[in-house]
DNA sequence: TATATTTGCTTAAACGTTTAAGCAAATATA
DNA sequence: TATATTTGCTTAAACGTTTAAGCAAATATA
């Protein structure tokens, strides 16, 4: 059907009467071409709409020029944004990302891991699954010198680059606000604590509350996968109790927003009753009734640094550089759920 | 640091005497290679944890085994859970994605095919973006002779596969399901024309009133580009009117969202005085204060067929196939915004 | 037994680049 | 003017596969 071939930098040699070698320079800007040779080169490549071929360049130069991306799911305001933002970077500077996603389980994460290392992509940005522990399927990447860059859910243990948010404070952030709007009684459905970002919360949790000379009940600190189901399942678990929280910390906004649930089909008034607070700032935090107080995440700049640090590593991969561990400070956004003084 | 080289081909032809090619034979488990030696190649790979290098395969067979998906955004379920579906069948063939987003852009929509046609794919499957009406940059696809399936957004003059779903039907249910629930006004906030789908809802929205002798009142029918902002503003407009409708369909779910918050604003009973529907069955429909009856897209179907058909031009190139449009039934599914039976 | 076919490999070239090494002509330096 | 350096290219090999063509040995066929 379509049988026109793809013009190479052969064709564009003979034209000019030069070799392909001299062409490549040409393309490449390289100094010892002269200016007239490089202009005729780049008209030629234009005339016969010339396109590299990305994978001949690749194996000749041991580059793909694509960097994987892991992801525990797209379908998240928050992931979305990384990705967006690594692919603007990325592209500017002449790479191509790949996405795929974990769900979350650990065996999908090492067959993610595998595909993109067969697909020899030139770099990995990742965000650990929840069921990760073994490490074994990461420290691969590492062993074939690879540049890996976790970002969000990332691992104290593996020793690589990681950028995300500075947890711990932003449990302080949370406590402090609740306390300030009255509550005495914090309770906090948080992740599992194997996973570094949820035992940060934890800590800075049980730290808080220390620091405001309030009690640590065992009752109200919960560990949880923070899907909607999970919300709902642990929040009733805490209206069980005789004694009620007055607040909620929910680690992660979909719990939240299973935990808002109960409350609203149990007529609990939420902030009188008891307030709340969810983690991650997703767009339906301020559609639902009342908007959830959120923590932003500042996926834009996460995603960008993820970005640049690949980079870095791109481009001058003999030097062992030391690592990049970039805490971004998070930023409480106040809505209705935690918010008494909008009812008074 | 790491200069364990990588095996290749050549190393496991040494260690067993025989020629490289033998050994790709052997890999590809071609006819004329006796199990002898299949065993023995494929034993040594293992040995040798040999990976094959497909960068050098995608060169010399010309195929680079990636698929291109350009969506107009991965943060909606939809697109996430179609993407989810194309990459489950597509690895299971050993095709890797890459994943682009237009932002409803067309300018980043040409940028991400030219970058999807640079990276060599092999076939690209795309939704196209709100803003797309010019299709030359489609049309440089198909001239390429590179597959092309879209979903979702479609264009009939482009004259590729196709796979969504029933939008015109679609209309006729909800118009139906919202009669059925006594409305007499019904309003619908549509995409734009120029968009196939919005169109066929739009066509359908007409004929179903007509079906069931309701007037059509041009005020009642306003088209956009269904952000949650626009939702509220064609809800505002919808409001202001002398005689408001009593119930409103809008094409998209986000749309229908900001038509909510207006509503729940205002203080208009929802379903009771103006009853709602949406379009995606977007998982927040079933999270906000009144849920959202919702149109079920398929997403998951949808994925799998249009990798499916993407597999099938890629292993008969050669034949000129009829084009697949394939069209799959919509799915209304009912919930408080509609449903005055509940509130009785 | 003579010829034809099949089996199981090898040889060599190719995919389209990049790059190290080298060389002649032009220019700079002493 | 003689030598050194720079400029602007060329040559040839390489990246790791795949594949068309071919060939000897083994087997089938007449």
Redesign the interface.
């Known amino acids: ?2 049988t026109k071939k793809k013009t190479t930098i052969k064709d564009i040699a003979n034209v000019l009467n030069i070799s392909p070698a001299a062409v490549s320079k040409a393309l490449h800007n390289d100094s010892r071409i002269s200016e007239k040779t490089k202009k005729a080169v780049r008209q030629v490549a234009k005339n016969l709409n010339y ?6 360049s ?2 000749r130069s041991g580059k ?1 020029k ?1 960097v994987g991306v892991i992801v525990p ?5 928050f ?3 990384v ?2 933002n690594i ?1 603007e970077v990325l ?1 500017k500077e002449g790479y ?6 974990s ?1 979350e389980s650990y065996k999908k994460e090492c ?1 993610s891991i595998d ?1 993109l ?4 992509v030139d770099g990995i940005i990742a965000s650990m699954a929840n069921e990760t522990i073994d490490l074994f399927y990461y420290e691969k990447i590492k ?3 690879i540049p890996l860059i976790l970002f969000d859910r990332g691992e104290n243990d593996l020793n690589v680059d990681y950028i995300g948010i500075n947890d711990y404070d932003s449990s302080h952030v949370i406590v402090k606000h609740l306390v300030s709007q009255g509550c005495k009684r914090i309770a906090h459905i948080g992740g599992f604590k194997h996973t570094r970002i949820y035992n940060n919360r934890i800590n800075g949790y049980i730290d808080a509350l220390k620091k405001h000379h309030l009690p640590l009940d065992d009752e109200l600190l919960i560990e949880s996968n923070l899907t ?1 189901e999970e919300g709902r399942e642990k929040m009733k678990q805490l209206l069980s109790l005789k004694n009620r929280p007055d607040a909620v910390y929910v680690a992660g906004d979909y719990a939240a ?1 299973g935990a808002l ?1 109960v409350l ?1 089909e149990e007529k609990i008034s939420v902030p009188n009753e008891i307030a709340l607070v969810g983690f991650g700032n997703e767009p ?1 935090t301020d ?3 009342p908007r959830i107080t959120s923590i932003n995440q500042h996926s834009e700049e996460i995603g960008k640094q993820a970005a640049f640090v690949f980079l870095k590593h791109a481009k001058n991969s003999i030097i ?1 550089q030391k690592l990049d561990k970039k805490i971004l400070d998070a930023e409480l956004i106040i809505r209705d759920s935690s918010n008494k003084k909008t009812f008074l």
């Open positions: 059907m379509n396109q590299p071929n990305h994978l001949a690749a194996l793909s694509l799911r797209t379908n998240s305001n992931f979305s944004s990705i967006q692919e592209n191509n990302i790949i996405i795929t996603q769900n067959d595909t290392l067969f697909t020899q062993s074939k010198g909607i927003l649930q609203n339906f559609m639902v009734t062992k």
